[in-house]
């Protein structure tokens, strides 16, 4: 299996706002994550798109994350793909969100890309390089098989940056 090129941003340029809304606020699968998501808002607040010049942030009421924002591509004709958004706390990287088009999750037809893996191991190479030792994650992160699947669900679980794994 060979895996197109996703570039990470940490600004989404304003011409992905309409992309940003439709996987953020509008996205087919948020009703498999309502509990999930209703903690979010409890623990930090509504989420706002912030225009800053000719780029898109997230922002939180109660926090001003970082995200990070997957492309497949870095060109005019680039698709939105997804963003998570993560902040550090002392040691540990704390992952707030994650919200990604339904065409790559499980159901879709990018499911190969695994794009929320891989927004999760940009995140946990980050926070590495930032010297956190713990990643808190809103969803468990399972261990996948080739022959079965699972979706993730929703716990605020603690794990140590060399125990993240998912194996296919």
């Not at 570039?7 to 992905?16: D, S, V, Y």
């Not at 798109?49 to 680039?78: M, Q, R």
């Amino acid at each position: 299996m060979s895996f197109h090129t996703i570039t990470f941003k940490k600004k989404l340029p304003i011409e992905f706002k309409k992309d940003l809304e439709k996987v953020f606020f509008f996205n087919t699968n948020q009703t498999k994550h309502l509990e999930g998501i209703q903690k979010s808002i409890d623990s930090y607040g509504l989420m706002k798109i912030v225009e800053d010049g000719k780029f898109l942030t997230l922002e939180f009421e109660k926090s001003k994350p970082e995200s990070l924002f997957a492309l497949d591509g870095d060109g005019f004709n680039s698709s939105f793909l997804g963003v998570i958004c993560y902040e550090f706390k002392g040691d540990i990287c704390e992952i707030y969100h994650i919200a990604v088009d339904p065409e790559c999750t499980f159901a879709g037809s990018f499911e190969p890309e695994m794009i929320t893996y891989r927004l999760v191991e940009k995140v946990r190479k980050i926070a590495m390089d930032h010297n956190s030792t713990k990643l808190k994650s809103p969803i468990r992160i399972n261990i996948l098989t080739s022959n079965k699947k699972s979706l993730p669900s929703w716990n605020n679980e603690l794990y140590g940056l060399t125990e993240i794994c998912f194996k296919f």
